[in-house]
């Protein structure tokens, strides 16, 4: 429930009490006039009792309120806790990628593989074995058959 639903209740609950409050008064007074003291009397801890008891009810209330309030720091400061835990390692995973591309990829290695893709080709249409490619290139033949299946040949 939200901390406006619990305001809107504590003021609605205090309201009842003003207006019970207001409406023992004025039966008390009007008894008074056309009753006896006995029955003003009991009137008065009728309406004592339902105060004490309305009084009770609205410090539940706020007690509620506050716990709800304190519960929800509490999470809010464990979620932004997780969040910058999160940040922190995404920047890391993401620093960490950098320096893995860097390694991966040399200056001039995206000619040099265009090239071999070229010369692979060249031998193979002069009937060339793939072994003797390999050999000839100086490349493992795991990486020639790679490169053949992904240029769909």
């Known amino acids: 429930m939200e901390i ?4 809107i209740g504590q003021a609605v609950i205090d309201l009842v009490i003003a207006a019970l409050l207001l409406w023992f008064v004025l039966t008390g007074i009007l008894r008074k006039k056309n009753g006896t003291v006995q029955e003003t009397d009991a009137a008065f801890k009728r309406s004592e009792k339902i105060l004490v008891e309305m009084r009770e009810i609205s410090q539940d209330f706020e007690k509620n309120l506050i716990e709800k309030r304190e519960l929800s720091r ?11 835990r999160a940040r922190e390692s995404s920047l890391e ?19 040099d593989i265009e090239q071999t893709k070229l010369a692979i ?3 193979l249409s002069k009937g060339m074995s793939r072994q003797k490619i390999s050999h000839k290139l100086d490349i493992p033949l795991g990486e020639i058959d790679l490169i053949l299946k992904l240029q769909g040949e």
Do not use: C, F, N, T
Not at 4 to 7: D, E, L, N
Not at 74 to 84: A, P, Q, T, V
Not at 93 to 111: F, L, T, W
């Open 121 to 123: 080709r060249k031998l």
């Open 93 to 111: 995973i993401q620093k960490i990628i950098r320096e893995y591309s860097a390694d991966m990829v040399q200056p001039g290695m995206i000619e």
């Open 4 to 7: 406006q639903s619990w305001i």
């Open 74 to 84: 509490s999470i809010l400061k464990h979620l932004d806790e997780g969040l910058e």
